[in-house]
């Protein structure tokens, strides 16, 4: 496990507002009898089998909605796609592929949805990686997925529309 960083490092300010962890607070006073130090940076652990990341744990980011970091539980599905898209920020679309029968010639058809999913930044996705993303509250109007798990790209020389399932 990472080491526990005991001082407060400040994140990078690119944002209008003051970007700072909720749980943390930075003007904590220094005990000089304390027996064990606290962590400078809230980090948790989500549950269902999935590791924190290390770049969670040493991170510098401030995102509230990361389930690592941020206010947000995973609860519901846990779900597996190729990431399509990551023109948004902090947002990715991911590409859910299927097979649906059709009862009246016994076959089955491809088919596939496309799920807007928040990715925090401790995942560097590329297009063509396949993630695991956890269903949580509304993050905004169409984000109802975050990404919990990250797997490097395989093959790259399949195309963006390629159909794989998992």
């Known amino acids: 496990m990472a080491p526990i960083r005991?001082?407060?490092?400040?994140?990078?300010?690119?944002?209008?507002?003051y970007q700072s962890q909720d749980a943390i607070f930075v003007a904590r006073k220094r005990v000089v009898g304390a027996k064990?130090?606290?962590?400078?940076?809230?980090?948790?652990?989500?549950?269902?089998?999935?590791?924190?990341?290390?770049?969670?744990i040493e991170g510098t980011?401030?995102?509230?909605?990361?389930?690592?970091?941020?206010?947000?539980?995973?609860?519901?599905?846990?779900?597996k796609g190729v990431v399509a898209s990551t023109k948004m920020?902090?947002?990715?679309?991911?590409?859910r592929d299927y097979l649906h029968f059709i009862p009246k010639y016994r076959r089955y058809e491809k088919r596939h949805k496309n799920v807007a999913v928040h990715c925090s930044p401790a995942f560097s996705v590329k297009e063509g990686d396949v993630v695991t993303i956890g269903q949580c509250r509304p993050l905004s109007k169409t984000?109802?997925?975050?990404?919990?798990?990250?797997?490097?790209?395989?093959?790259?020389?399949?195309?963006?529309?390629?159909?794989r399932v998992f």
């Open 143 to 163: 984000v109802r997925f975050n990404v919990v798990a990250h797997e490097p790209a395989v093959n790259v020389a399949a195309g963006k529309k390629s159909f």
């Open 36 to 56: 064990k130090a606290k962590s400078m940076r809230y980090v948790k652990n989500i549950g269902l089998g999935i590791k924190t990341p290390s770049t969670a």
């Open 89 to 95: 920020n902090r947002t990715i679309i991911v590409r």
């Open 61 to 79: 980011y401030v995102d509230k909605k990361c389930p690592f970091t941020g206010n947000v539980n995973i609860r519901g599905r846990i779900l």
């Open 6 to 17: 005991t001082t407060y490092v400040e994140c990078d300010q690119h944002e209008k507002a």
